[in-house]
């Protein structure tokens, strides 16, 4: 390992309990501990500075169990498209209507407002959220095709949920307005 300089650290008392909390787990000595935590802030610091907390955290936990899947904007617009002009695109929307009673299941054990639904989703990219007021949210869309399928996403879990939500649709985006939660 070479020469190794010694260095004193002050840690106030809620840092001290998650690193005896992290040595006592890891079975490591507090030098070890202290250059692990090092290497891996080095190592992933641009991304933690990069990402909201809330995000990385959904994203962590969306990919973690295996549930959802990384998929390529490109191929995503593809499906969608290849969606729309099948012969029985009614048929796809009809097989989705038990995933967004899963979802609305989901979400609503989990006590999830629209808001948080909107921003749940927003991290899988479907698009961007921008909260006009109290009960007023613009979707900004990267793409026209993710229109129909987001606009059907949201009215589908909403209803189950028993959110009462208008939705309106804009050239690029939808509004989202909260009639009665």
């Not at 390529?72 to 038990?98: C, G, M, T, V, Y």
């Amino acid at each position: 390992m070479g020469t190794l300089e010694r260095i004193t650290v002050a840690l106030d008392e809620d840092t001290f309990s998650r690193f005896k909390t992290l040595q006592d787990e890891l079975k490591i000595s507090q030098s070890e501990l202290i250059r692990e935590a090092l290497r891996f802030y080095s190592k992933y610091r641009v991304l933690i500075e990069s990402v909201e907390d809330d995000k990385m955290y959904t994203h962590t936990e969306m990919l973690r169990v295996g549930e959802h899947i990384i998929v390529d904007i490109d191929h995503w617009i593809l499906f969608l498209k290849f969606i729309e002009s099948h012969p029985a695109k009614e048929q796809f929307w009809e097989l989705n209507k038990p995933i967004y009673e899963a979802h609305a299941e989901q979400f609503g054990q989990q006590g999830y407002s629209v808001e948080d639904v909107l921003k749940r989703l927003e991290a899988c990219n479907y698009f961007t959220v921008n909260q006009a007021s109290e009960n007023d949210y613009t979707l900004i869309m990267g793409s026209d095709v993710l229109k129909g399928f987001v606009k059907t996403l949201l009215e589908e879990t909403f209803e189950r949920m028993g959110f009462q939500v208008s939705i309106k649709e804009d050239f690029a985006k939808l509004r989202v307005k909260v009639v009665h939660d």
